[in-house]
């Protein structure tokens, strides 16, 4: 029986909003042009520094282990928005994820434009930003998507049965233990109450040795090796169908710096586990739900991410902060609409970004640190402030058309 590695890396960058004040609204209606040198709010220069350090680097790995294993294959997942962004600041590195599409091994997962939450608030938005993506996708890499993802790998059974009408052959979650049980992510499952889309979930043990635990030198396990790496995956004893490594691409260089040795890991790794045994091989998240039957059911009334310890909601809509700013934006849709400016519109996506919330958090203690690494802000007050200024900006050009 076949044994495959399905390496799926999720590719993204908000547009963060600048230090804006109440002072800004009704004056300055743009809120993503920060451009102070090296500011953690300029968006050109995160661009261009995560290019440098992540994009590039792993994309010449990835593009070295198509050139020298047949059968290795990815999943790549691209927001609208950071394609936008590369092909305005990083054209390079657009062209270099172009050449792995254009293999026929790496394939791109839908999902929404603006990595919003808008499956939770608005049907009709959420679904018009993955038709947006879908065609983005088209046109940028001629390809489309067959499999799906919600923003933070957010889930539930809802979730499933409309990408189930929606045609999608596989959508992927969290193997979160609560939900597996006494099974294993090791498998193929099938969503509760859908007929024929397949669930994929992430071993979140292995992918987080890579993406949390690589470069941590008081960690028991350091340094990994991909020797060592290889044995645990060839210790399982489930007879596992696929190992789900499902991780952040900014993994690689960025959040593990290359002095960890995360790029000669990833180069080594893969031609172990394909030479360890015949039957290994690697594949995308589409070709593993058409290859392997569902073990069983999974019921997830109850939205699950990836995201924290609680593996919820909680680290975008945890506090009152984030709920009264998620809230704001949703309440202004029909109204943005309706005004058919196109800038806007465009505007009022970027803020539906997820990232903007997660910045809010309020958590301390095991998360808290994860939060104030990814955040370009002092504080999660300071993170409200700009957003619901920013808000307050969108009411003002809205008035300014006839809709108050």
Same mark, same amino acid.
């Given at each position: 029986?076949? =044994?495959?590695?399905?390496? /799926?890396?999720?590719?993204? %960058?908000?547009? !963060? ?15 993503? +042009?920060?451009?102070?040198? +090296?500011?953690?709010?300029? +968006? ?5 520094? *995560? ?17 020298? #294993?047949?059968?290795?294959? @990815? ?9 936008? %962004?590369?092909? &305005?600041?990083?054209p390079d590195v657009l062209e270099s994820f172009k050449e792995l599409v254009a293999t026929g091994r790496v394939e791109i997962v839908s999902e929404t434009y603006h990595h919003s939450l ?19 996708? %088209?046109?940028? @890499?001629? *390809? ?10 957010? /889930? ?22 609560? #939900? ?9 499952? !099938? ?33 990994l090796s991909a020797e060592k790496y290889v044995s645990w995956l060839g210790a399982s004893l489930d007879n596992a169908q696929v190992f789900n490594l499902f991780m952040d691409y900014e993994?690689?260089?960025?959040? %593990?710096?290359?002095s960890t040795g995360v790029f000669e890991f990833m180069k080594s790794m893969p031609h172990i586990w394909k030479s360890s045994r015949t039957e290994r091989t690697f594949m995308t998240i ?8 569902? =073990?069983? @059911? ?12 609680? !593996? ?23 109204? *943005?609409? =309706? ?33 104030? /690494? ?7 007050? &300071? ?11 969108? +009411?003002? !050009?809205?008035? &300014?058309?006839?809709? *108050?």
């Open positions: 029986m076949k =044994q495959a590695i399905c390496l /799926y890396l999720h590719v993204h %960058q908000p547009y !963060r909003i600048k230090h804006y004040t109440i002072f800004d609204t009704a004056h300055d209606h743009q809120y993503f +042009n920060d451009q102070a040198p +090296n500011a953690l709010t300029n +968006n050109k220069f995160i661009i261009e520094k *995560v290019a440098e350090k992540s994009y590039r680097p792993m994309n010449a790995v990835l593009k070295e282990l198509l050139h020298t #294993i047949e059968d290795f294959k @990815f999943s790549l997942s691209i927001p609208g928005m950071l394609i936008d %962004q590369l092909a &305005e600041w990083a808008a499956f939770f608030y608005s049907r009709t938005e959420f679904e018009a930003q993955v038709a947006m993506h879908t065609q983005k996708v %088209q046109d940028t @890499f001629g *390809v489309t998507p067959t499999s799906f993802r919600n923003t933070e790998l957010s /889930y539930n059974n809802d979730l499933a049965y409309w990408a189930d009408k929606a045609g999608y052959k596989a959508i992927i979650t969290e193997g979160w233990d609560p #939900i597996l049980s006494w099974r294993s992510p090791n498998f193929v499952y !099938r969503p509760a109450y859908t007929e024929n889309i397949k669930l994929l979930l992430k071993n979140y043990k292995l992918s987080d040795d890579i993406a949390f635990r690589f470069g941590n030198q008081s960690w028991e396990e350091w340094p993994t690689f260089g960025e959040h %593990q710096w290359e589409t070709e593993a739900a058409e290859s392997f039957e569902a =073990q069983d @059911f999974i019921d997830i009334p109850q939205t699950i991410t990836w995201a924290d310890t609680e !593996r919820d909601l909680t680290a975008w809509l945890g506090n009152t902060m984030q709920h009264q700013a998620i809230h704001a934006i949703y309440e202004l849709e029909d109204k *943005v609409l =309706q005004s058919g400016d196109y800038d806007l519109i465009a505007d009022w996506r970027k803020l539906q970004t997820s990232d903007h919330f997660y910045y809010m958090c309020t958590k301390w203690f095991k998360d808290g640190d994860v939060h104030a /690494y990814f955040s370009p802000y002092n504080s999660p007050y &300071e993170a409200f402030t700009n957003f619901m200024n920013a808000w307050h900006d969108i +009411n003002f !050009r809205l008035a &300014e058309k006839g809709y *108050v």
